[in-house]
């Protein structure tokens, strides 16, 4: 039998479910479809975003290819919150791999 979850862990379940949440929309995907993406049900889905059921790392690692990211950016607060990422997301997931690249090198240039 597992330990009880302390509060700092509930708030962080709650936390990364909310970003795959907020990714997930951003993508215009529905919850079936990330169930379907990561072979579990849409009712997993919506317990992994409201912080119900932990996220295995394993399980975290689909979900972020399926939402075509990095885990990370589904753990990091700063990552997730930025203003108009959303718009980004949805942007960036209608580009192909060559419009990718010269986006990724403009930023790139701008930040130097």
Same mark, same amino acid.
């Given at each position: 039998?597992?330990?009880?979850?302390?509060?700092? !862990?509930?708030?962080?379940?709650?936390?990364?479910?909310?970003?795959?949440?907020?990714?997930?929309?951003?993508?215009? /995907?529905?919850?079936?479809?990330?169930?379907?993406?990561?072979?579990?049900?849409?009712?997993?889905?919506?317990?992994?975003?409201? %912080?119900?059921?932990?996220?295995?790392?394993?399980?975290?690692?689909?979900?972020?290819?399926?939402?075509?990211? !990095?885990?990370?950016?589904?753990?990091?607060?700063?990552?997730?919150? /930025?203003?108009?990422? %959303?718009?980004?997301?949805?942007?960036?997931?209608?580009?192909?791999?060559?419009?990718?690249?010269?986006?990724?090198?403009?930023?790139?240039?701008?930040?130097?």
């Amino acid at each position: 039998m597992s330990a009880p979850q302390t509060d700092r !862990e509930k708030r962080l379940d709650v936390r990364i479910g909310a970003h795959v949440r907020s990714r997930r929309e951003a993508l215009g /995907m529905t919850q079936a479809g990330l169930a379907s993406a990561i072979g579990v049900t849409f009712q997993q889905v919506q317990k992994y975003e409201r %912080g119900v059921n932990r996220i295995a790392a394993s399980k975290l690692v689909l979900i972020a290819e399926a939402l075509k990211c !990095e885990p990370a950016e589904l753990i990091n607060e700063e990552a997730a919150e /930025m203003p108009g990422s %959303g718009r980004l997301v949805r942007a960036w997931s209608h580009l192909d791999a060559g419009q990718r690249e010269a986006v990724t090198r403009m930023i790139e240039a701008f930040g130097r």
